[in-house]
């Protein structure tokens, strides 16, 4: 994705689906700070596909 810019935010219960898991699973993470990067745009949650990636890629587990 070419330098500023940025897919479509996705919403709570989207980037949950994405990732395979629960709402309640994401803001229990945000609340841990251990979760996917997100934003606030207009006071509303969003997340980023290339955040939701990353945080995938940095969670996997090592290759045997």
């Known amino acids: 994705m070419p330098e500023g810019k940025f897919s479509h935010p996705l919403s709570e219960k989207e980037a949950a689906v994405y990732l395979s898991v629960s709402p309640s699973t994401?803001?229990?993470?945000?609340?841990?700070?251990?979760?996917?990067?997100?934003?606030?745009?207009?006071?509303?949650?969003?997340?980023?596909?290339?955040?939701?990636?990353?945080?995938?890629q940095d969670h996997l587990a090592p290759e045997n």
């Open 26 to 56: 994401l803001r229990r993470w945000r609340k841990a700070n251990c979760g996917p990067r997100m934003f606030r745009f207009g006071g509303i949650l969003r997340y980023r596909l290339e955040d939701l990636d990353a945080f995938l």
